[in-house]
């Protein structure tokens, strides 16, 4: 089979060139996703163009990379320009003919997998493969209209505008797709209006992902999360219950960019446990991880957006060895609970400082065979290539 994968991921000696020009770029947890979707096609033998709107603002057209191919996925990069209206009429009309080149013969052997965030591309490219009868798959990684918007102090543009946006995005192609990959199942109740084939895949990680042959804990028990820094998505609670927990020889490391970043340096300045690294390298991250006593995920599930997520950071914690604590999101399915530790004595300051005073007084070794367990559980059951599998016979039906 031969896979268009629609995206703005890049290759990782492109997201390295980004990062060198552009330290403060983060967008991390979507580029793995969708890379590593691609690379478990190019494992179970299929072959893969990745079609890619990658894009630096304020670089645009002075930023762009050749043809290329990594991990025996080939890379094309869409020439974008810095003007917003233009950029958008170009992604429409160039996705338009690219698809329809791609799938106008032998298209019984071809499909176009596409991640929806890139409305325009996205348009022009479903707006063809409908016309030429092409496969569809659509892998939604967020529901548009309740991600929110970074690049904004106001963390409730996105929720104000959510419902009209997603309306207007159901009547124009997402109810166009042939074949859907969600990560809950509330996105197929909101999305899926006619009843077309999906699966749910809420996460997968790298089933090469190796771990040193010893590894060296911090001295003291460091708490970790990693991640985008807004209040809504529980760093107050969890700073507040940490400080409250008051465990000795303990710290809390807090990696990521946002609107919260400030207010981590008031905390820091406060009481030194609570350590604010800024954005680092995911070289780095993961380094802190593997050393790091227990990772964090305090994302709070009374939060409409949580029914429609499943944080790509929890499989990443659990691959790591390193025991995750993560609040029960209604996203996350059942099946996780068993092998990590859970916020489960109220979502309040004082919830979460009980649960951690729990959890860090466990003896070391206890702690050591909760995370490889987990570790072990995540890589035999979603692993890449498993995952990736799994599209391939929805494709199929």
Same mark, same amino acid.
């Given at each position: ?19 060198? &020009? ?28 990745? %079609?890619?709107?990658?894009? $630096? ?23 974008? %320009?810095?003007? &917003? ?125 190796? %771990? ?24 107050? $609670?969890?700073?507040?219950?940490? $400080? ?77 060895? !390193?025991?995750? %604590? ?61 995952? !990736? ?9």
């Amino acid at each position: 089979m031969q896979i268009l994968y629609l995206s703005g991921m890049a290759s990782e000696a492109a997201i390295k060139d980004a990062r060198q &020009r552009d330290p403060g770029f983060s967008n991390y947890a979507p580029q793995k996703f969708n890379r590593l979707v691609a690379e478990g096609f190019v494992r179970n033998g299929h072959k893969v163009t990745a %079609l890619s709107t990658f894009y $630096l603002p304020g670089i645009g057209h002075g930023y762009r990379r050749q043809r290329e191919t990594e991990k025996g996925v080939t890379y094309q990069y869409i020439f974008s %320009l810095n003007y &917003r209206p233009i950029r958008y009429v170009w992604l429409i009309v160039y996705c338009f003919i690219r698809v329809l080149l791609f799938g106008l013969f032998r298209k019984k052997e071809k499909v176009l997998v596409a991640n929806i965030l890139n409305i325009s591309a996205c348009m022009g490219a479903v707006a063809a493969a409908r016309l030429i009868g092409l496969r569809r798959v659509a892998v939604m990684t967020d529901m548009p209209g309740l991600m929110v918007d970074n690049s904004n102090s106001s963390e409730n543009k996105a929720l104000s505008n959510r419902a009209s946006f997603i309306a207007k995005m159901n009547k124009s192609f997402l109810a166009h797709f042939t074949h859907y990959v969600f990560l809950t199942k509330k996105m197929n109740e909101m999305i899926n209006i006619h009843h077309r084939p999906y699966i749910v895949m809420e996460g997968l990680v790298d089933a090469d992902m190796s %771990l040193p042959a010893a590894i060296e804990k911090n001295a003291k028990r460091v708490v970790l999360y990693a991640g985008s820094l807004h209040e809504r998505y529980g760093l107050k $609670l969890l700073v507040e219950g940490f $400080l409250q927990a008051n465990i000795k020889d303990s710290e809390l490391w807090i990696y990521g960019g946002g609107p919260f970043g400030q207010k981590l340096k008031e905390y820091n300045e406060l009481d030194s446990r609570v350590v604010y690294k800024g954005i680092c390298p995911n070289t780095e991250v993961v380094a802190a991880e593997l050393r790091a006593t227990l990772l964090v995920n305090p994302r709070p599930t009374h939060e409409e957006f949580t029914q429609y997520s499943f944080p790509s950071k929890n499989v990443e914690y659990m691959v790591s060895g !390193t025991p995750l %604590l993560t609040t029960m999101l209604p996203g996350m399915p059942a099946e996780y609970y068993p092998h990590v530790f859970l916020f489960d004595q109220g979502e309040t300051v004082e919830g979460y400082a009980k649960v951690l005073q729990q959890v860090l007084c466990m003896p070391d070794d206890d702690l050591k065979e909760k995370g490889l367990e987990a570790r072990n559980w995540v890589l035999n059951n979603k692993n890449h290539q498993k995952q !990736t599998e799994r599209i391939v016979e929805l494709i199929n039906r």
